[in-house]
């Protein structure tokens, strides 16, 4: 497979190493997996083998998918690597721009910090590029309100353009995000 071919069917997804409390993030994980399978596009993710990378990245696994995985150099003692390609990268810069080398688009489940980081780097990573990538939020149980506020927040106060806003698609389920990818970037 060549690296365009494999960018034009990768999706890169962002999520939380940990389940949460909520065991519809893991089910939503899941079904995402499953999804991308389907939909005949590959995975690209950060590496990791616990909670929600973990289950997304065993299912599609699981379904005969490909996944490729980026662990940071100073994590690699604390991730279980289990996955087709691990390469390894430098530090979170380097991991953030091979991530976004290899996607056609991102689709984020639920997540801490670190998620919200990549989130907001897709988001400026789209918005320089002669190619916009779509940023694709599940809303499981609500997770991204908050955040959805933040932007419409923004908007409406005149600091957020409404077309930079435009990237950010916020759907309800993991088939509703694929599905949104896949009218997208084909």
Same mark, same amino acid.
């Given at each position: 497979m060549?690296?365009?071919?494999?960018?034009? =069917? $990768?999706?890169?997804? +962002?999520?939380?190493?940990?389940?949460? *409390?909520?065991?519809? +993030?893991?089910?939503?994980?899941?079904?995402?997996?499953?999804? !991308?399978?389907?939909?005949?596009?590959?995975?690209v993710y950060g590496g990791g083998d616990k &909670?929600?990378? &973990?289950?997304? $990245?065993r299912t599609v696994?699981?379904?005969?998918?490909?996944?490729? &995985?980026?662990? !940071?150099?100073?994590?690699? =003692?604390?991730?279980?690597?289990? !996955?087709?390609d691990n390469i390894l990268v430098k530090d979170n810069k380097a991991c953030r721009e091979a991530m976004d080398g290899l996607s056609a688009a991102y689709i984020a489940l639920p997540g801490g +910090?670190?998620?919200?980081?990549?989130?907001?780097?897709? !988001?400026?990573f789209s918005q320089s590029s002669a190619t916009p990538k779509p940023v694709v939020l599940v809303d499981t149980n609500g997770y991204y309100a908050p955040l959805k506020a933040l932007f419409d927040n923004g908007v409406n106060s005149g600091i957020i353009d409404k077309s930079k806003k435009d990237p950010v698609i916020?759907? *309800?389920?993991?088939?509703?995000?694929?599905?949104?990818? =896949?009218r997208i970037v084909g």
């Open positions: 060549t690296a365009d071919t494999m960018t034009k =069917k $990768s999706i890169c997804v +962002f999520c939380a190493a940990r389940d949460g *409390n909520d065991a519809s +993030f893991a089910d939503a994980a899941k079904e995402l997996g499953q999804e !991308i399978v389907k939909s005949g596009y590959n995975l &909670g929600l990378m &973990g289950h997304v $990245s696994r699981e379904e005969g998918g490909k996944v490729v &995985g980026f662990i !940071i150099e100073e994590l690699i =003692k604390t991730k279980e690597a289990q !996955i087709e +910090f670190w998620t919200i980081e990549e989130i907001l780097q897709a !988001i400026s916020i759907c *309800n389920t993991p088939a509703e995000a694929v599905a949104t990818v =896949k």
